[in-house]
Structures are given as C-alpha cells and as structure tokens.
C-alpha cells in the first residue's frame, strides 16, 4: 500500500521560508509525478507545485519565484523550498503523487495523498 508522509511544517513570521518534505513508501518503482497542493481556511485544494518524470516542475501563478520543487526520485521524496512566505500561504500542505507521468498543470489528478502538514504564516 502506498503512503505518503510529509514534514516541516510550522509557524513563521511573514518573510521566512520553510522546507516540506514528502516521503513515499509501498512503491518500489518511481512515481510519474510528485507535487504539492494545499488548502488554506475555508477554500478549496489547490495545487502548488508538480514535477514530471522528465523533471519539467510546473509551479501555480501565486508562489512563482518563492517556491521551489525538488525531488529525489531515487528515493521517491520530494521537498518544497518555501521563501519569502506571505500570510495568504498559511494552510495545509498536501504531498501527492500519480504513477502515470505527464503532470505539466497544477491541477493534475494524484492517485496518492498524504495526510498534510499545517503551515501558518503570521503577519
């Protein structure tokens, strides 16, 4: 059975960064796509960030040039370098991932979700 597991997240004054991490298990091959999507208070899930097998990253119109992908596909983990945070960033942060690559929106379908890590921004 697949899993995801994220970490890193917190709290952080506006301005900061923090690193998520996401970490896959039960799958012994590399997955199409890994990315992020998240849900800030009363909104609906967005996606943040997706990276292709062909390593082609995709980011949403909102954290372009503060946010980056990283993904060790090897080990089937992908990272979310997160600066210049902003209080609009403040929600949960989801891992997810497909087995099927072509993922070049940030609104692909995952086959996969982890649980989410809350990330609070302050002003």
């Known amino acids: 059975q697949v899993q995801l597991a994220e970490s890193g997240g917190g709290s952080v004054e506006a301005g900061g960064s923090l690193i998520l991490s996401c970490s896959a298990s039960?799958?012994?091959?590399?997955?199409?796509?890994m990315g992020w999507f998240r849900q800030a208070p009363g909104k609906e899930r967005e996606g943040v960030a997706v990276?292709?097998?062909?390593?082609?990253?995709t980011y949403g119109d909102s954290v372009k040039g503060r946010f980056t992908i990283a993904e060790d596909s090897a080990k089937n983990i992908i990272y979310l370098h997160m600066n210049d945070l902003k209080p609009e960033d403040t929600g949960v942060y989801y891992c997810?991932?497909?087995?099927?690559?072509?993922?070049?929106?940030?609104?692909?379908?995952?086959?996969?979700w982890g649980q989410g890590v809350l990330v609070t921004v302050s002003s």
């Open positions: 039960g799958f012994t091959s590399s997955f199409g796509c």
């Open positions: 997810a991932a497909r087995q099927s690559y072509g993922c070049y929106e940030v609104s692909w379908i995952p086959d996969y």
């Open positions: 990276e292709d097998s062909d390593a082609t990253e």
